[in-house]
Every structure is written in structure tokens, then in C-alpha cells.
């Protein structure tokens, strides 16, 4: 199945994706465990990476804790923090090739002011 972007000829429904697996630490805890503030980011820095979001929903932990999920046309993405620590574990799934899952982690690095990321890149799918 194909459609047409402007003159550009772009592919629909390709099996395939990247998938961004990271653990950030040395962060704020304060930002860690601001809910609105976590979805705000969240949103921002998939849009910049070139992601639709189509929903957005979080759930904050008593003591502490955040946990955002973010529903995107290409796929998924989510955050699961631990303030008591420093760090958190972000999850970003896009299909296709139009949206950059690496972008969109090194700017979530940027926005929570972080020195460490460890992250890797899983290569899903068919890479036509």
C-alpha cells in the first residue's frame, strides 16, 4: 500500500521499525516525579523526532514514582521513573522509517538534564 506526501512517494504499512531501549540516571528527582511536566516533555521531544502522538496517559506512584505512556501512530513510547534513585527507563517503538526513536531519547536526555544514557537499538522487522 503506498501514499503520496507532496511529490514524495512514501511507503504505508511496512513491517519494520527500530525500537529504543534506555536507562537514564543522574536526574532530578523533583522532575521525576512531576506527572504534567513528564507528559509535556514527552510530547515534545516525539513530535520533534518526527512521531504522531494520538494519546497521552500517566499514572503518578505514592511515595513517588511516574510512569507515562504515549500512544503514537508509528507505535508506542514510555517512561517509568524512579525518583528515589535518579533514573528512569524510557521505552520508544516507531514502525516505518519516518520517525527517529535515537532523537527522540537524546532530547528526552537533554529536557531531564542528564549526563548518562545507556541505550541500544533493536532493529525490528523487514528493512526493505
Do not use: W
Not at 503506498?2 to 534506555?22: D, I, K, M, P, R
Not at 508506542?76 to 533514573?87: C, F, Q, V
Amino acid at each position: 500500500m503506498t501514499g503520496v506526501l507532496g511529490s514524495v512517494q512514501e511507503t504505508v504499512g511496512s513491517f519494520t521499525g527500530q525500537h529504543v531501549l534506555a536507562e537514564m540516571e543522574g536526574i532530578d528527582a523533583d522532575l521525576l516525579n512531576d506527572e504534567a511536566l513528564l507528559r509535556d516533555i514527552l510530547t515534545r521531544v516525539l513530535d520533534q523526532a518526527g512521531a504522531t502522538v494520538l494519546d497521552v496517559t500517566s499514572k503518578r506512584f505514592e511515595p513517588q514514582g511516574v510512569t507515562v505512556l504515549a500512544l503514537l501512530s508509528e507505535s508506542h513510547a514510555s517512561l517509568h521513573t524512579y525518583p528515589e534513585i535518579g533514573s528512569v527507563f524510557v521505552d520508544v517503538f516507531t514502525c516505518g522509517h519516518r520517525a527517529k526513536p535515537e532523537l527522540a531519547v537524546q532530547l528526552l536526555a537533554e529536557e531531564l538534564r542528564t549526563g548518562y544514557v545507556h541505550a541500544k537499538t533493536i532493529r525490528r522487522g523487514k528493512d526493505d
